[in-house]
Nanobody, 115 residues
Framework: QVQLVESGGGLVQAGGSLRLSCVASGSISRLNAMGWYRQAPGKQRELVARFTSGGRTEVAGSVAGRFTISRDNGKNTVYLGMNSLKPEDTAVYYC?????????WGQGTQVTVSS
């Protein structure tokens, strides 16, 4: 079982920045993957960025160059740094963890970008 708690969402103007945090219960180094997804109103949930157990980082093309995923294993925390935010980045952002074949989700944090 993995519990995930997100924080850092909010309202920001276009061009602004935010940093999301996700704290996991237990060591994140044991996870097969951990990262961020988002879901905008009326749209499917989509991958934003994540780490995988093979040491790879996956980043969606729509945010590449603007968003950065990072981690602090000592704090069991993964971060999502978001720069140059656009109104189309508005969504609920969910932290996600994969442990073997089980998926775990945080409660989500709202990010709203005004034009």
């Amino acid at each position: 079982q993995v519990q995930l708690v997100e924080s850092g969402g909010g309202l920001v103007q276009a061009g602004g920045s935010l940093r999301l945090s996700c704290v996991a219960s237990g060591s994140i180094s044991r996870l097969n993957a951990m990262g961020w997804y988002r879901q905008a109103p009326g749209k499917q949930r989509e991958l934003v960025a994540r780490f995988t157990s093979g040491g790879r980082t996956e980043v969606a093309g729509s945010v590449a160059g603007r968003f950065t995923i990072s981690r602090d294993n000592g704090k069991n925390t993964v971060y999502l740094g978001m720069n140059s935010l656009k109104p189309e980045d508005t969504a609920v952002y969910y932290c996600n963890a994969l442990l073997y074949s089980a998926w775990f989700w945080g409660q989500g944090t709202q990010v709203t970008v005004s034009s």
